[in-house]
């Protein structure tokens, strides 16, 4: 027996700004700038790129390739797109782990 699988798509998960909040935020506890962009690109496609595009005033190509893979966007592009999305970026003290 073949077993088939679905890619699985985190973007029909995230219809609110509660969710979408969330998914950034574990996103950026990776610490992982490509996973990151990556999951930015999650949530950009969520809102609709030539949608983000207008509202940050970015074309439709940078945000694509700013949200890549192996994308890299500048931070002046994150602020942008997160603000357009309703979502802030905080900062909390790192709590280390010793073994």
Do not use: C
Request: proline residues 4%; charged residues 25%; aromatic residues 8%.
């Amino acid at each position: 027996m073949t077993e088939t699988f679905t890619e699985f798509d985190p973007a029909e998960y995230l219809s609110t700004p509660e969710a979408i909040a969330e998914f950034m935020s574990d996103a950026l506890e990776t610490g992982d700038a490509s996973y990151i962009a990556k999951a930015m690109g999650v949530v950009a496609r969520v809102k609709g790129m030539a949608e983000l595009a207008r509202e940050t005033g970015l074309s439709r190509e940078q945000l694509y390739r700013s949200f890549s893979e192996h994308g890299n966007p500048t931070l002046k592009t994150l602020l942008a797109v997160m603000k357009a999305l309703g979502v802030d970026m905080t900062a909390r003290p790192h709590t280390h782990t010793t073994s």
